[in-house]
């Protein structure tokens, strides 16, 4: 059927819940934690796989190291313990499943198509601008960007440290 054929292309589909509010920039506003732990608790019976909190923002990569940029990559801070029943973050090489939670403050996973567009590899630096001023990490990872929720410009790292970045802890 068109049905089957389309979930094998594009897998499961999420279902994102905004807050109604603005920041001052026009983004939509953060929720609280409290509001986060209220849906999930109301959802836990609910035949639903997996809700997981996520910063994600458009922002502009910049690799100095070869001077390659990408104008949009989908920076998603996630935990680990919050990824139950959503496709893992795989590597590219040797095909490990990746932990965010395990990443140190500075570091990232880096989807191979964004990789390849500022010609980076794990090891590498690359800069994310969030404002005004870039935020430095460095690639721990190159992951295949197949079937997860980001675009395939694309970059992981720990939810604590998006939320330090944009102000928006807890």
């Known amino acids: 059927s068109i049905r089957v054929q389309a979930l094998k292309q594009i897998g499961l589909v999420d279902e994102v819940v905004l807050s109604e ?3 001052a920039s026009g983004r939509p506003a953060y929720f609280e934690a409290a509001v986060f732990d209220r849906l999930s608790a ?19 990569a910049v690799a100095s190291g070869t001077g390659r940029s990408d104008p ?26 990746l932990s965010v939670d395990a990443l140190p403050t500075g570091e990232l996973y880096l989807s191979s198509e964004t990789a390849g567009n500022l010609g ?3 090891g590498g630096t690359i800069d994310l ?7 430095s990490f460095r690639v721990a ?7 997860n929720n980001a675009q395939p410009e694309s970059a992981h790292f720990r939810l604590e440290d998006a939320q ?4 928006n802890e807890g």
């Not at 990872?141 to 079937?147: D, I, L, Q």
């Open 120 to 122: 980076v590899v794990a």
């Open 21 to 23: 509010g603005r920041e």
């Open 72 to 97: 949009q990559v989908e920076g998603h801070g996630v935990e680990d313990r919050r990824l139950t029943g959503f496709d893992a973050v795989v590597e590219v090489d040797p095909g490990r499943v």
């Open 42 to 60: 109301e959802l836990a019976d609910a035949p639903v796989d997996g809700v997981m909190p996520l910063t994600s923002l458009l922002v502009p």
């Open 129 to 135: 601008y969030f404002g005004q001023r870039p935020t």
């Open 164 to 167: 330090r970045i944009t102000g």
């Open 141 to 147: 990872a190159v992951y295949e960007s197949r079937g």
